[in-house]
């Protein structure tokens, strides 16, 4: 994850001149990953509630390390990054998903 994140914030600057289609299709996934992790990163936490309006969580460490994992290794690759904004785990994130796709079908 670690390893994402770094080459995303080496990546600011060729995105910021260039623009996201001058990246090679491995770094524009990296930049995908790392902006989920980004927002992955804003789970609702109690202390926040205040200050989002959105009530706190709390997820287990294995929970959030296998969450993490399933984003560096690609396995939510299909999901818009938007989704991951305060969610509180990955089960989360994916029922969002389904429940958009339902939402769009109908």
């Given amino acids: 994850m670690q390893e994402t ?19 090679s299709d491995d770094d524009r996934q990296t930049v995908y990953r ?13 202390v926040a509630e205040v200050y989002s309006g959105q009530p706190g969580c ?12 399933e984003i560096v290794d690609g ?3 299909d999901i818009p990054e938007s989704l ?7 089960a989360e994130v994916r029922a969002r998903y389904a429940e958009m ?4 079908q109908a």
């Avoid at 991951?84 to 990955?90: K, N, Q, S, V, Y």
């Fill in 5 to 23: 994140l770094q080459r995303y914030h080496e990546l600011q600057d060729i995105i910021a001149i260039l623009g996201m289609d001058e990246l």
């Fill in 34 to 46: 790392a902006r989920k992790i980004q927002n992955f990163l804003s789970q609702p936490m109690h």
């Fill in 58 to 69: 709390s997820v287990a460490l294995l929970d959030t390390i296998a969450s993490f994992e």
């Fill in 75 to 77: 396995k939510v690759d």
């Fill in 84 to 90: 991951f904004l305060l969610a509180g785990g990955i």
């Fill in 101 to 104: 796709k339902h939402s769009e």
